[in-house]
């Protein structure tokens, strides 16, 4: 009987999107994205995820033989303090703190839970909010590209508390470095609608259960704000990088190099 033990006639077992965890319900892998060269993100290299201050025991140990080097955690001081991310001290890896609230961020919550918001305002406001992002936090997002191609930096994860917003946006500037098309960016940020974690802790039992699932939804409009902004005030994609974020050309070159394929 033929051995089935590396066989080259077997199909080779797809890698997860997403890796199923009782603490993080975003937590995904980025790669096989397609760039404009038709290279492809790598697996196994770059991670997003929602909060990770509530990972089992059993999250833990599927977590760790991803052998992750660096966490990118864009949650505010406040929130870390919080919520701290449960990880293995033992763990080789290094944590950047690039932490904010986004603007309005913060009032938004407290409408919410005073029950003094629509759908609609809610909508208006995250439009408002992603469009300020390219701009306000511009600093922020260029140390995330900044670290990235530092030595030993990946396997690397990227997150907040929900992995929508600031890890949205996060994701997208990467993948706009990687050469990834804004068609792509954005099937991937609204992916996170399959996945939404339960913000009932921040914003309170008692808040409109409408209004939950308006602050929840990662909605392709939010993004195309954000996108409209870097296209009004820098003229495109390219642009950004470098004039808005100082990631040069030889740098996304090397960032490419290290996460395509």
């Known amino acids: 009987m033929r051995s089935t033990e590396n066989n080259a006639d077997?199909?080779?077992?797809?890698?997860?999107?997403?890796?199923?965890?009782?603490?993080?319900?975003?937590?995904?892998?980025?790669?096989?994205?397609?760039?404009?060269?038709?290279?492809k993100i790598k697996w196994g290299q770059l991670f997003r995820s929602d909060s990770l201050a509530e990972l089992s025991d059993d999250d833990l140990f599927r977590i760790e033989p991803l052998k992750l080097r660096s966490i990118f955690d864009f949650r505010h001081q406040h929130e870390r303090?919080?919520?701290?991310?449960?990880?293995?001290?033992?763990?080789?890896?290094?944590?950047?703190?690039?932490?904010?609230?986004?603007?309005?961020?913060?009032?938004?919550?407290?409408?919410?839970?005073?029950r003094d918001i629509s759908c609609q305002a809610v909508s208006q406001i995250f439009k408002l909010?992603?469009?300020?992002?390219?701009?306000?936090?511009?600093?922020?997002?260029?140390?995330?590209l900044q670290q990235l191609i530092t030595p030993d930096a990946l396997p690397a994860l990227i997150h907040c508390t929900s992995g929508k917003d600031r890890t949205g946006f996060a994701v997208a500037v990467v993948m706009l470095a990687l050469g990834v098309g804004r068609e792509t960016i954005m099937a991937d940020y609204t992916l996170t609608n399959q996945f939404r974690?339960?913000?009932?802790?921040?914003?309170?039992?008692?808040?409109?259960?409408e209004v939950v699932?308006?602050?929840?939804?990662?909605?392709?409009?939010?993004?195309?704000?954000?996108?409209?902004?870097?296209?009004?005030?820098?003229?495109?994609?390219?642009?950004y990088l470098r004039k808005g974020l100082g990631f040069s050309v030889d740098q996304q070159v090397l960032l490419q190099s290290l996460l395509l394929e």
């Open 129 to 144: 909010m992603y469009g300020r992002l390219p701009v306000d936090q511009a600093g922020n997002y260029a140390q995330l």
């Open 197 to 209: 974690r339960d913000l009932t802790f921040m914003l309170g039992e008692g808040a409109d259960p």
């Open 10 to 39: 077997m199909p080779m077992l797809q890698p997860l999107r997403r890796l199923e965890l009782s603490g993080a319900v975003n937590f995904r892998d980025l790669g096989g994205y397609s760039s404009a060269d038709g290279r």
């Open 213 to 239: 699932k308006a602050v929840q939804a990662a909605e392709p409009q939010y993004l195309a704000a954000a996108f409209a902004a870097i296209d009004g005030t820098w003229g495109g994609d390219a642009e």
């Open 81 to 114: 303090s919080e919520k701290p991310n449960r990880l293995g001290a033992h763990w080789l890896v290094k944590t950047h703190a690039l932490g904010f609230y986004p603007h309005g961020a913060q009032l938004l919550m407290e409408r919410v839970k005073s």
